[in-house]
């Protein structure tokens, strides 16, 4: 859920709290997810990079974070890093079920997470994404580098959410692929938020928890379809989701996995 960051009294229970919390979430697990795709030039499916998840913490694991944090960081391999020249690697959420009194957060589930912000499908907005690349003042995306899913979601203790939040194909700098309204699905989790009011006595956070990687196939296809149509007034209509996608690399990107390749084939010689 694409929420404000709140603000917290700096008051001396409240920075113990803080210290605690951070103790917990130092030692929360990182699930890391590998992200493969088709290149051109390349017979096989490529690792091109990989997502590490960790629930309760915010910009790439930098600072404590809190428990209510989810975090998806998804950095490129060095061989594939200039597929973001040409490719936009964005983000979409969609929540799969609600627990709890319904807010009329969502008309249907399963959804597009956020569903009334603008038409697009995707997790940011379009000035999120591309204009400002911030979100609570935390960065996005770095160009060859990273792109991070950052969620922090408060409700009360009744309420709760189920998730599938997946790391998209598009083309660089737009919110479509190949100029039409369609994206590719590379990777994705499924997790689980759950609120709480305990924390600091009114703020309303929760605990948000990693579940499974998911298998991107027809079922995971699927499921994004079904919450692109039940988004309200059809603000999602004409998205489709490919099956397959080849991306095309820059002749950098094809020189230094010939590269890697190279050296990691005298490396098993020796």
Known sequence: MNTKTPTLL?????????????????????????????VQGFGTPQKI??????????????????ASFMNGYFTFTNAFKSLDDTYDFNWINVVRRETGPA???????????????????????????ITDNKLNGRTLRGDQSFTQFIDFPKQPKERGFDFSTFLILQDNNKFALDGKK?????????????????FD???????????????????????ITEAMANGK???????????TFTMVPSPATVALACLGGVIAARRRRG
């Open 103 to 129: 807010l009329g957060l969502f008309s249907k589930t399963p959804n597009m997470d956020p569903e009334m912000e603008d038409t697009f499908p995707h997790y940011y907005t379009e000035a999120e994404w």
């Open 233 to 243: 007034d059809g603000r999602f209509n004409g998205w489709t989701v490919l099956e």
């Open 201 to 223: 006595g009114s703020k309303k956070n929760g605990v948000s928890t990693f579940g499974k990687a998911v298998t991107i196939d027809k079922t995971a296809r699927d499921l």
């Open 49 to 66: 990079g990989s997502i590490a998840v960790e629930p309760g913490k915010a910009d790439g694991f930098q600072g404590s974070g809190h």
């Open 182 to 198: 369609q994206f590719l699905v590379l990777a994705g989790w499924e997790w689980n938020y759950q609120g709480d009011d305990d």
């Open 10 to 38: 700096p008051t001396r229970g409240f920075i113990l709290l803080s210290m605690l919390l951070a103790a917990g979430t130092a030692q929360a697990a990182i699930h890391t997810i590998d992200v493969n795709g088709k």
